[in-house]
């Protein structure tokens, strides 16, 4: 028995052995073909190439009739993604958050008529491609001939743009500067849409912006706009990738030197009627190609964090008046449209009814447009910049006064009927009925919901930005884009919380002092 037992112990080892060998056999053939794979061309590993893009600035990228994303970058990026075997994913972003989405890795590179000037040392560049210079739109029968004649005028630009760099940015040339001191204001709109709609409004007198964009949109809007002949200043457009990632940029790189041999490139330049602006191949293009930078200098976190406080702080400045004004005209507002809406009047009732369902069922945000744009698209009446706020002011009032219209209802509907009787009785009117008894009740109960309503109302205020109203947040998304850091964002969430916070507390306490009608 003893031998047939070490003999099935040595089978069993010898099974063992088998099975050892075969595992690390089959290891060093995968580690091999691991190793191979390894050192493919990461061309035929990658399968996709993701795009980020603003959506709202043709004829770079934007999104056609048809629904569909085009745009000559678009096409730049399709023809590359083609020839490498590539899935193009077209990304639309934030423009505010571009550097969020590239280093965040949900985009491969920034390609929409980005401009390299001023920022070389921020990512890893293609060459330039495309020679781009800043141009002032005006209307066409405006007085505004040349740039000195901008002084005292309103000026638009986007935010974050190349425009807004010329004149405010670390290397603004000094001409520049000089001119934007001479504006009268220079307001940052979200996008070129915006800006055109001010200008026909009459909100603004001109709007600087990029030669291609401007070319573009004046041929798609007719002959109501003007370019100026004189250029504020110009710049180099390339393809952004994230800073270090030169083995993408290469590859990307490496197409579109083709397609320009083989004339492709010009082909999507004619087609987009950019011939004229093109300058791949040009000498000297190639510079921030050549120069990888390292980064910027690094600035200490305190004074970095000081500095977000102190900008935000200025917003909050904004957001509050909004706030505080709001409330001023919507309680009041919100308390006639209830009595109007509790009308034995059918009329009555139902315009209250109407205006209570409108309010209520289309967004804040192009209630604010409504407001702003109507009396020029409705009646032809020009809108100043001064009535950017105004408008801000009008529209949020009228929008919560639906609101608390409702919940001041719900309040009065609330107070058990039997109270009117013995106020009856003792000789009281409708009006002293309803002022010494049935409010101060109704003001307790609506308390709750309004509380609701007033918290909501500090965060809504970030919605002012559809009028190019500078608030917190919109101070907050700015400064997100110059610092390519979330910090302003949670910085401002801070700021929203201890507001809320210190509304709740208040609201709190006039509920305590208000016990005594229960």
């Not at 011939?275 to 791949?280: F, I, R, S």
């Not at 200490?300 to 509050?320: A, D, E, R």
């Not at 969430?493 to 709740?504: C, D, E, Q, S, T």
């Amino acid at each position: 028995m003893k031998n047939k037992r070490s003999e099935s112990d040595y089978m069993k080892k010898n099974r063992l052995s088998k099975l050892l060998i075969t595992f690390v056999l089959l290891s060093v053939i995968v580690t091999v073909v691991s190793g191979c794979g390894s050192r493919q061309d990461s061309k035929t590993e990658r399968t996709t190439f993701t795009v980020g893009f603003d959506a709202e600035f043709p004829p770079y990228g934007y999104k056609d009739s048809n629904g569909n994303y085009v745009g000559f970058d678009l096409d730049l990026a399709e023809e590359v993604a083609k020839r490498n075997g590539w899935t193009l994913v077209k990304q639309p972003i934030d423009w505010d958050s571009k550097d969020m989405e590239l280093n965040s890795g949900s985009i491969d590179c920034i390609w929409n008529g980005f401009t390299i000037n001023g920022r070389e040392k921020d990512y890893t560049w293609s060459t330039a491609y495309v020679d781009n210079s800043q141009v002032v739109i005006v209307k066409s029968d405006s007085n505004i001939k040349k740039l000195s004649d901008l002084a005292g005028k309103n000026v638009v630009v986007q935010a974050d743009s190349s425009a807004l760099a010329a004149f405010t940015g670390e290397d603004a040339e000094q001409k520049n500067i000089d001119l934007c001191a001479s504006f009268k204001s220079l307001t940052q709109v979200g996008d070129y849409n915006s800006a055109f709609m001010n200008l026909e409004a009459g909100s603004v007198d001109a709007i600087c912006m990029d030669i291609g964009v401007a070319n573009y949109q004046i041929k798609q809007r007719g002959s109501k706009f003007t370019m100026l002949s004189e250029h504020v200043s110009s710049e180099q457009y390339g393809i952004g990738f994230k800073l270090g990632n030169t083995e993408l940029r290469d590859m990307v790189q490496t197409s579109l030197n083709e397609m320009l041999s083989d004339g492709t490139f010009a082909q999507i330049a004619s087609k987009w009627e950019l011939t004229d602006c093109v300058c791949l191949g040009n000498e000297g293009t190639d510079s921030a190609y050549l120069q990888d930078a390292t980064g910027k200098d690094k600035e200490s976190f305190g004074s970095k964090l000081l500095y977000i406080v102190k900008q935000l702080g200025m917003g909050m400045l904004s957001t509050l008046s909004i706030f505080f004004l709001t409330l001023v005209f919507s309680l009041p507002l919100g308390l006639l449209l209830c009595f109007v809406r509790m009308s034995k009047v059918k009329v009555l009732q139902w315009i209250a009814k109407i205006y209570i369902s409108i309010m209520r069922g289309t967004p804040l945000m192009l209630q604010l447009l409504v407001v702003f744009f109507g009396p020029y698209f409705l009646f032809r009446i020009q809108v100043s910049s001064q009535y950017r706020f105004i408008a801000v002011i009008i529209g949020f009032s009228l929008n919560y006064a639906a609101y608390f219209a409702e919940i001041y209802r719900a309040g009065i509907e609330s107070i058990p009927v039997g109270q009117y009787e013995p106020a009856d009785v003792l000789g009281y009117t409708k009006v002293q009925t309803s002022v010494r008894i049935i409010f101060p009740q109704m003001v307790k109960r609506v308390l709750p919901p309004v509380t609701n309503e007033v918290i909501t109302l500090v965060k809504d205020t970030s919605l002012a930005f559809a009028l190019a109203y500078t608030e917190m947040f919109t101070m907050a998304k700015q400064l997100v884009a110059a610092e390519a850091s979330m910090i302003p964002l949670f910085v401002a969430g801070l700021f929203y919380y201890i507001f809320n916070f210190a509304v709740a507390v208040f609201m709190e306490w006039i509920e305590k002092k208000m016990q005594y009608y229960r």
